[in-house]
Nanobody, 114 residues
């Protein structure tokens, strides 16, 4: 059973940083793709950053070099390092781990506000 568990969200001021974590049960080598998505109130869920098992990374245009997705196989954890946060980054952030199917975590709230 795959159940990603996200953590690391919180309240941060504009310009601040956060590190999100997604813990996977067992080896991450099973997954063809791993990614971070977000959903703001009243909006559709959107992709933030995706990394494939081959190491190819795709970032959404709005990331603008502010975020970095990292997979740590030793810890079986997927990270999203976020810096230069803006109020428009406020959303629930979800981790997705995909094999034949994709498995979603419960989400972690990120709020950027002064």
């Amino acid at each position: 059973q795959v159940q990603p568990v996200e953590s690391g969200g919180g309240l941060v001021q504009p310009g601040g940083s956060l590190r999100l974590s997604c813990a996977a049960s067992g080896s991450m080598l099973r997954f063809n793709a791993m990614g971070w998505y977000r959903q703001a109130p009243g909006k559709q869920r959107e992709s933030v950053a995706v990394i494939t098992n081959g190491g190819h990374i795709n970032y959404a245009d709005f990331v603008e070099d502010r975020f970095t997705i990292i997979r740590d196989h030793a810890l079986n954890t997927l990270f999203l390092h976020m810096s230069g946060l803006k109020p428009e980054d406020t959303a629930v952030y979800y981790c997705s781990l995909c094999m034949v199917s994709c498995y979603w975590g419960q989400g972690t709230q990120v709020t950027v506000s002064s």
